[in-house]
């Protein structure tokens, strides 16, 4: 047992240490750092949390704080009446974590090459993360990594999912990290992680992302359409356009990248070559995206991603996108019935990796839909 006074932790307490032992990352070859930061920084999480009522009842809450708890609480009104996502505990509580990620996660590639390094845990299966609620000690992963000739990517999380495993317990909370978002994209972020306690499947990050993200596309659309404001709908549409090109951009790389790294050689001229090939197909990328944003009128919030493109960062973005319009052609095949898509998804789940995957690609392979 991790903690020397067991018997000084409450009942549920103790639950939530086993449950957050297992959701977060938490294996058997895991140092007892790792363990140790993973279920402290939920536990944390967990405590700094309370009801939206509360907040909105206390005359010491920032009045524009309580405008958007109170509009949290709408969208998840939404998610569950319109989108059929579950109605349970998961934000309905808030907490200010006072800090601008919830948790930092670190991803790696080899050199010449677009696949995930994959750590694999409990219930979540093999993810190709790891996650650290202290950004210095993901940094001080990052340095393992890269020590060992990988390319690496740390970059901050807004939101995750305990896949419905802590309702039990209040759920999973509003933070600090999201609840400013825009309106579109606050809502987006609540179906996304809603999406994950629907359908969840183990050594599949590509599966579980890429449904969550057409969910919250498909339902994102639906909300901004009969709830949002017009400056709401605006301000998305601009976002959207933006995000869709910017993807093009990036899946324009990838397949570029594949290509100068498929001859899979030992030898040293070769290595050399590729070398050559991926960095002028990197140069390219930035001065394109340079091109691009001259027409976004200032806007740079790319920027950052952009400046850190690598391997790791490429392979990570993909999980999110590769397969979301498959997900988006079965919604629409199941007359964009949302139990209906559901259960279709969980039908995929149920076949082998390599099978449910083939459904879901495109012989065209679009580039992401209108949805966005």
């Given at each position: 047992?991790?903690?020397?006074?067991?018997?000084?932790?409450?009942?549920?307490?103790?639950?939530?240490?086993?449950?957050?032992?297992?959701?977060?990352?938490?294996?058997?070859?895991?140092?007892?750092?790792?363990?140790?930061?993973?279920?402290?920084?939920?536990?944390?999480?967990?405590?700094?949390?309370?009801?939206?009522?509360?907040?909105?009842?206390?005359?010491?809450?920032?009045?524009?704080?309580?405008?958007?708890?109170?509009?949290?609480?709408?969208?998840?009104?939404?998610?569950?009446?319109?989108?059929?996502?579950?109605?349970?505990?998961?934000?309905?509580?808030?907490?200010?974590?006072?800090?601008?990620?919830?948790?930092?996660?670190?991803?790696?590639?080899?050199?010449?090459?677009?696949?995930?390094?994959?750590?694999?845990?409990?219930?979540?299966?093999?993810?190709?993360?790891?996650?650290?609620?202290?950004?210095?000690?993901?940094?001080?992963?990052?340095?393992?990594?890269?020590?060992?000739?990988?390319?690496?990517?740390?970059?901050?999380?807004?939101?995750?999912?305990?896949?419905?495993?802590?309702?039990?317990?209040?759920?999973?909370?509003?933070?600090n990290t999201f609840i400013s978002y825009p309106e579109g994209e606050l809502?987006?972020?609540?179906?996304?992680?809603?999406?994950?306690?629907?359908?969840?499947?183990?050594?599949?990050?590509?599966?579980?992302?890429?449904?969550?993200?057409?969910?919250?596309?498909?339902?994102?659309?639906?909300?901004?359409?009969?709830?949002?404001?017009?400056?709401?709908?605006?301000?998305?549409?601009?976002?959207?356009?933006?995000?869709?090109?910017?993807?093009?951009?990036?899946?324009?790389l990838r397949r570029e990248l594949n290509d100068i790294y498929k001859p899979?050689?030992?030898?040293?001229?070769?290595?050399?070559?590729?070398?050559?090939?991926?960095?002028?197909?990197?140069?390219?990328?930035?001065?394109?995206?340079?091109?691009?944003?001259?027409?976004?009128?200032?806007?740079?919030?790319?920027?950052?991603?952009?400046?850190?493109?690598?391997?790791?960062?490429?392979?990570?973005?993909?999980?999110?996108?590769?397969?979301?319009?498959?997900?988006?052609?079965?919604?629409?095949?199941?007359?964009?019935?949302?139990?209906?898509?559901?259960?279709?998804?969980?039908?995929?789940?149920?076949?082998?990796?390599?099978?449910?995957?083939?459904?879901?690609?495109?012989?065209?392979?679009?580039?992401?839909?209108?949805?966005?």
């Open positions: 047992m991790l903690f020397r006074r067991p018997s000084a932790l409450s009942s549920a307490r103790t639950k939530a240490l086993i449950a957050s032992t297992l959701l977060l990352g938490l294996s058997g070859c895991a140092s007892l750092g790792y363990y140790w930061q993973s279920v402290h920084g939920h536990l944390n999480l967990m405590n700094a949390a309370r009801p939206v009522d509360d907040w909105l009842q206390d005359a010491g809450t920032p009045e524009k704080l309580k405008a958007r708890l109170a509009l949290s609480q709408k969208i998840r009104r939404f998610a569950v009446s319109e989108l059929k996502l579950p109605d349970n505990a998961s934000y309905q509580r808030y907490a200010d974590l006072q800090r601008k990620a919830v948790v930092w996660n670190v991803s790696a590639a080899p050199e010449f090459s677009l696949t995930l390094q994959t750590w694999c845990f409990p219930v979540t299966g093999c993810v190709g993360y790891k996650g650290y609620f202290d950004e210095a000690e993901a940094r001080a992963e990052a340095d393992k990594l890269s020590a060992q000739g990988l390319e690496v990517s740390v970059y901050g999380v807004p939101a995750y999912s305990t896949l419905g495993w802590m309702n039990w317990a209040g759920g999973d909370p509003l933070l809502a987006r972020l609540i179906f996304h992680e809603l999406a994950h306690q629907v359908v969840y499947v183990a050594d599949d990050m590509s599966f579980n992302e890429s449904f969550a993200t057409a969910v919250e596309r498909l339902g994102g659309v639906r909300w901004l359409d009969s709830q949002g404001s017009p400056a709401a709908r605006s301000e998305y549409a601009t976002f959207r356009e933006r995000r869709q090109q910017f993807r093009t951009l990036t899946l324009d899979n050689t030992a030898s040293v001229p070769a290595r050399l070559a590729q070398a050559a090939m991926k960095k002028i197909a990197i140069e390219d990328f930035h001065r394109r995206y340079v091109e691009l944003k001259n027409g976004w009128g200032g806007y740079a919030g790319y920027d950052p991603w952009v400046a850190r493109t690598n391997n790791a960062s490429l392979a990570a973005l993909a999980a999110y996108d590769d397969l979301v319009p498959g997900f988006e052609a079965l919604f629409v095949r199941e007359g964009s019935n949302w139990p209906r898509f559901y259960d279709a998804v969980r039908k995929l789940a149920a076949l082998p990796k390599a099978q449910r995957h083939q459904m879901l690609i495109p012989h065209d392979n679009p580039k992401e839909t209108p949805h966005g």
